[in-house]
């Protein structure tokens, strides 16, 4: 799931509240300050990078020269004949809302937006946000009508089951493929040619694979799992992650490394996060260094006393993922994230996953001062928030799902 934001830099962090109060995550949320700057977006991460969106959501503020004319994306995509993720679906058929503060929305009506939403300044608007994702909903049950014209089943696997089908196809649609494009809405013409399997969330996971991966990550976290040589991190939780990788990946991130080992430049010493998580688009999205410790760490020691602290396990684990941050900031180790990364991260977040809420919650106060103190940029999440953000997952997921 990605929304491509055309706003101003005042308004990211209203906007990015609004939709991370309903299930979206950071990588869910792409930003961009001019209309200039959404068209050269469609032009080189879209059609050119063939990169998936969901939605474009616009602003068209007054006297604002950068996004006054915001119209001027909606005729940008119209006048496109290209097409985007993975060639599959042509540009034009992109929904736009706009977010609009005008009072008077009527000489906004006829410039060609999928939908216009009054903006009222409050980060609970959730009206947007139903507005949205009623229009993906829309081009998803466009998506699956093209198919029918087209007589292909929705499967995770290959459209074909023999020759003979393939065949037919190609002498009922794919030869004429001109005039199977003019009769369908969404499907690129590259598609309608060479139909190929479409690996999306909303395609390939049901419900059921969703709420099983959920139940058997809770039963682990929650099994209070004696440890030892045998039971260790990477037999139980590491394996468990590899198994269940929609854990990590949650539709805001499109792959991992595992234990990718990255050699200091001059150095003898390398650096091995236990998974990092990798977008798809890295110039707008976190590619993100994870770290798994146990459920059962001790986090904070001393509670009682005047200086409470973190556990000396605890500090280890926050070195640890400090180190890999450190990594990223030196320039002489570029050469070697890129070779082994396959792109250059240009966004970098750090977490360690580690110990449970009700600790983190009862020295709330102290602990984010020490972490911001001692261990600026690293963001510790418990086992029950990431089990929050998967039924986030889910529950969105949920609400875009098409009959």
Known sequence: MKLLIVDTQASEERIRKIFLNEDYESNNLLFVNSVEDAKDFIANQLIRDRAHIDAIITNNVEGNSELANAHHIVRFLNHS?????NQNFRVSSIPVVLH?????????????????????????HRNLVDVVEDQIKKWRESFIEDLDRLELDLS???????????????????????????????????????????????ITISDEML????????????????????????TIIHQLFLRNP??????????????????????????NCDFILMPDLPSHQNTTFFEV???????????????PR??????????????????????????????????????????LLVGRLDEKLEAKDIFREKLGDHFPGIEVVTYEELESLYIGYINKLGRLRVN
Not at 81 to 85: N, P, V
Not at 156 to 174: A, H, I, L, M
Not at 246 to 271: I, T
Request: positive net charge.
């Open 246 to 271: 929609s854990l990590l990946h949650r539709d805001s991130y499109a792959d991992h490394k595992y234990e990718l080992s990255l050699k200091e430049k001059q150095d003898n010493c390398r650096q």
């Open 293 to 307: 410790k146990k459920e059962n760490v001790k986090m904070m020691v001393k509670m009682n006393k005047k200086r």
């Open 310 to 351: 973190f556990s000396s396990e605890m500090h280890d684990h926050l070195y640890q993922i400090s180190d890999y941050r450190k990594y990223t900031t030196k320039p002489e180790n570029a050469a070697e994230l890129a070779v082994k990364m396959g792109y250059l991260p240009e966004r970098n977040s750090f977490q």
């Open 81 to 85: 004949i290209e097409s985007y993720s």
């Open 211 to 234: 709420e099983s991966t959920l139940t058997v990550f809770r039963t682990t976290f929650r099994a209070n799992i004696k440890y030892d040589r045998r039971q260790n991190e990477r």
């Open 100 to 124: 609009s503060e005008a009072e008077d929305k009527s000489d906004l009506q006829n410039l060609g937006f999928n939908a216009i939403v009054k903006s009222n300044g409050l980060c609970s």
């Open 156 to 202: 995770v696997e290959s459209f074909f089951k023999n020759d003979s089908e393939k065949r037919r196809y190609v002498q009922r649609f794919g030869k004429n493929y001109p005039d199977s494009f003019s009769k369908t809405n969404v499907l690129s013409m590259q598609f309608i040619r060479f139909p190929k399997t479409l690996d999306y969330d909303w």
